[in-house]
């Protein structure tokens, strides 16, 4: 090693290009690197849709979802099959391991339909297959209202629809808000009672007459012509001049007997955009596109294109997550300056001005390198792979100090530069890379961190691995190098002049290195009133961060079978409720149903919702907290009567749900159903601390049914489908056929109906169908009713579930929560066959908090490999990880003296991460004290020259690593472009705790370290030796001239 060393050193020129090489990489790809908020996670989930017009949910479960369930559950990676049978169709979700290839999945899903197809409903339709990524969710969403006409604001929309779509980075921009027009025939059943016909015969007469029909082909001498004979409706006159019947020699058409207009379909969903109707244009980007740079090109030509639309038209932009995106980065950015001040300040106070930037090019040179390698790897720039840069900004520098710190030392030695940094590149490299790689350790097995969280989590360990790796580069080549070319010679000391056991450390080290067991007892005592003082008033466990929002969805929910007439009035008392509330910036109402990006958003919504409110806040500096926005908007809304409100906020990090999700599954539907009713039951009146109460049994409902006698309908001779079509005339019309205007890009459909005031059950009766025998009531051969109706009913693996779901209050601890029910639930008497589960945030707690131990101990056993081969001593080894034990009393020191509650993701991760940074201190501790024991042969002498010159190093090294942290544990940054002092953020709250465990755990071992370390390297000899110790009266120790 010391040949390339010496190789690498021979050859600046060639080092210094290759530096400014990769930092003009670097610099370009920080610049061009696709930009994020969250981590894209890719959930593998899948939807298998079966359509049967007409089924019910219960025959829906019988004869579609039992067989599906049966051939896919034993799929490679299954995670859990989530089953919906309802009226007209049967579903299933598949829900697959997050490592999956999400195309021989796809394929293999494909394959296994295709041989379950036979086993399926004659009458269903081909079965669906596609997969749902939830990463397609909106970037921007432009909105476009005015004071026009319906059919102004809808071809303004469409029109500006077509041009977001035209771009490169856009994947689709749907409308919202919008009706599709359609042609409306209504029927005048007293004209058609005067003509003597019936609707259906209307019906057949439009269709028969839009259609293009093929009249064959003649052959002359001239060639062979082909000949059509056109009937496709192009206008609306097409359709009014369609004739019906022949009275004489009065020929009667389709206008003379129907009102026919151009009109919009029945309006079943509304928009409106801060208290106006308005159509909203919901604009989603292009996977690995810049979002930033969308989002711009977005408003550009929306800008570009409406510039000369009427005043009366507006158009607005709400939800731009490229502001939030920008906000974030830009907070992350303040947070890692001010961090890379702060380390810089130290650095100059204790080595100077000129060693202290020589440390301080590391760090640009570092990150440039990393963001060069993260754009290779194709990854995207996001909070966590900033964040990943703020926890390494203070340990990044640990090499280079070590580096540069030694090499300071020859040269007040004599050694001229060049000497001086290559015999310090060559003692420090394997010192530097063993503790490097027991750094790494801690974070590789992160890597394998499984599900929705280690997903989102892995782009933090890959960070640290990418940057620390660089940083190590950065130290052993990069630094030596131009350290050995730039800077001043030091100022020669005189270190043999130099009594080491005079100084106040020296003294103690010298005092507590005798009396080894009273250090050790003390030390251990002193832990175990930590940990008992931790486990008796810790404050609790929660899976992720309490995060301050930006946006939140109000969830309006009623019971009942609501007119939409009904619902809108709702829906439009909630908003004016909250309309002007201070601290909201946007309200998008719709009554469309649209829960957000994740599956367990998906699952959250209320059962009973019949609209959302979209809410975003105004810039965090602007407004108050949002709780408080949260609680008037409740209190405005509390009185407003039939509708239970909810408020949902918009969360980052790993998606898990309501707080509190119990499962309840059985074989038996009936077991499920009351087992769920009687939970619902206790949480309602009886456990205290939560709200937003809701459960997943279907809503009780009536539907209407017409049963049609086959034995009468086969008398004269028709079906139910001919009743059916029929039936329709008094509902959404029946589809009679299409055409395509000459003033439109898209078909048209054409619907025949009854008027508004007879489309009602009581028609049903006055219907009438043209059989053989002529025209009789469907009331002849059919009989009407009204039942229950069971609207769906739903499986999870094969059994019948439901859900409980709930949030706790603010300040209420959710494991505390959980516990409490698990034990009403224990001293229940239950069904054999009834399954209780906790799912969500408790479910990815167990699952996270088992992975971290799991990771903690791949860790240790990682940095064991290499402390092992690094001192071959066993003694050594167990002492350098012995200081990871004294970093974790330190976490929970930290987390009692700040209040906090340890959280499984963050708290967790910290005490893996710090596992790696604290034993650092103690390698290069023992390998610099078994070099100086190889001189001397002493280890009393040795123990204290080590300490007194690893001292500053160590404290060095803490102190820049816990520097680097601050600004995210205080979440205070200065934002030097904007020359601003940043007190929280957006995203700071999520880094207090991790940044939190890692300052308290380092701060809390190095002390001790410092103490315990030296006392314990000799603690062998000292037992050993006491007698001889305590009777030699021993001169004062001087060190080694060399090391």
Known sequence: MNKIIDILHSQPRTIITLLLALIIGGVYSYVTIPKESNPDIDIPIFYVSVPQPGISAQDSERLILRPLENKL????????????????????????????????????????????????????????????????????????????????????????????????????????????????????????????????????????????????????????????????????????????????????????LAEIKR?????????????????????????????????????????????????????????????????????????????????????????????????????????????LVINLLGMTVNIMVLFGLVLTVGMLVDGAIVIVEYAKKLTERGSPRRDAFLNSSKRMFWPIIASTGTTL????????????????????????????SSALATALIFIPVIGSLWGNEENRIDYTT????????????????????????????????????????????????DQEPEEAVIFISARGNLSLYESKKMIEDVEAAILNVPGIENINTKSKIDSGGSPADQQDVPVDAIGQINIELLDFEKRRKAREIFDEIIENTQDIAGINVEIRKVEGGPPTGKNIRLEVTSANYENAFEATKFIRNYFDNNLQGIKDIEDTRPLPGVEWTVNVDREKAGIYDTDVSTIGSVIRLVTNGVLVGNFRPDDSEEEIEIRARLPKDERNIDQLDQLSIETQGGSIPISNITTKSYRDSVPNISKLNGKFAFVVKANTDYGVNTDQKVDEIEKWLADQKWSEDLKFKFRGADEEQKEAGDFLSKAAVAALALMFIILITQFNSFYQTFLTLFTVILSVFGVMLGILITGQTFSIIMTGTGIVALAGIVVNNAIVFIDTYNTNL??????????????????????????????????????????????????????????????????????????????????????????????????????????????
């Open 263 to 371: 009109t919009f379909t029945d309006q079943d969903d509304f928009s409106k955009f801060n208290g106006k109707q308005a159509i909203s244009i919901e604009v989603v980007k292009r996977l690995g596109v810049n979002i930033i740079e969308n989002n711009k090109s977005v408003r550009s030509v929306v800008d570009d294109y409406t510039k000369d639309w009427p005043d009366v038209i507006e158009v607005d932009y709400s939800f731009d997550q490229s502001t939030n995106i920008f906000e974030v980065l830009k907070s992350l950015e303040a947070a890692i300056l001010t961090a890379v001040v702060l380390v810089m300040i130290t650095v100059i106070a204790v080595l100077g001005v000129g060693p202290a930037l020589l440390v301080g090019i590391g760090i640009p040179i570092t990150f440039t390198i990393s963001f």
């Open 441 to 468: 350790a801690a974070f590789l097995p992160m890597l394998l961190w499984p599900g929705v969280a280690g997903q989102f989590m892995s782009y933090l360990p890959t960070m640290v691995i990418i940057v620390l």
């Open 934 to 1043: 190889r001189e001397s042969r002493d280890p009393i002498r040795s123990v204290i020259q080590t300490s007194n010159e690893r001292l500053r190093p160590i404290l060095l090294t803490t102190i820049t690593t816990i520097m680097g942290l601050i600004p995210m544990a205080t979440q205070v940054t200065f934002d030097f472009i904007g020359r601003d002092v940043l007190v929280g953020g957006i995203t700071s709250s999520w880094w207090v705790q991790m940044s939190t465990a890692i300052i308290f755990g380092l701060s809390f071992s190095t002390i001790l370290t410092l103490v315990l370390l030296p006392t314990l390297l000799v603690m062998p000899y000292v037992i050993k030796n006491r007698k001889k110790l305590q009777a030699k009266n021993q001169e004062p120790l001087k060190p080694a001239q060399e090391i």
């Open 73 to 256: 559950k034993g799929m490679d990676g299954l995670k859990q099959i989530q089953s919906i049978g309802a009226e007209d169709y049967g579903a299933v979700i598949l829900e697959f391991d997050i490592k999956i290839d999400n195309e021989k999945t796809l394929a293999d899903i494909r394959s296994k339909i295709s041989e379950v197809e036979s086993e399926l409903p004659d009458e269903a339709n081909e079965p669906k297959v596609v997969e749902i990524n939830f990463a397609l969710i909106p970037s921007i969403i432009v909105t476009v209202s005015g004071n026009v006409p319906e059919r102004t604001l809808n071809k303004f929309a469409n029109n500006l629809q077509d041009e977001i779509e035209e771009l490169d980075s856009v994947l689709s921009a749907d409308l919202s808000g919008a009706r599709d027009e359609m042609v409306e025939v209504i029927i005048n059943t007293s004209k058609l009672e005067s003509y003597n016909l019936t609707a259906f015969e209307l019906i057949n007469a439009i269709n028969q007459n839009n259609k293009v029909v093929s009249a064959g082909s003649v052959e002359s001498e001239n060639g062979k012509f082909s000949i059509k004979v056109p009937g496709l409706f192009k206008t609306i006159q097409d359709v009014y001049s369609i004739p019906i019947k022949r009275n004489g020699d009065i020929t009667i058409s389709l206008g003379e």
């Open 498 to 545: 130099t009594d080491y056991e005079k100084t106040l450390y020296g003294k103690v080290v010298e005092n507590v290195i005798m009396h080894p067991f009273i250090v050790l007892i003390s030390a251990l005592i002193l832990g175990y009133i930590i940990m008992s003082s931790f486990i008796k008033f810790n404050n609790g466990v929660d899976y992720f961060v």
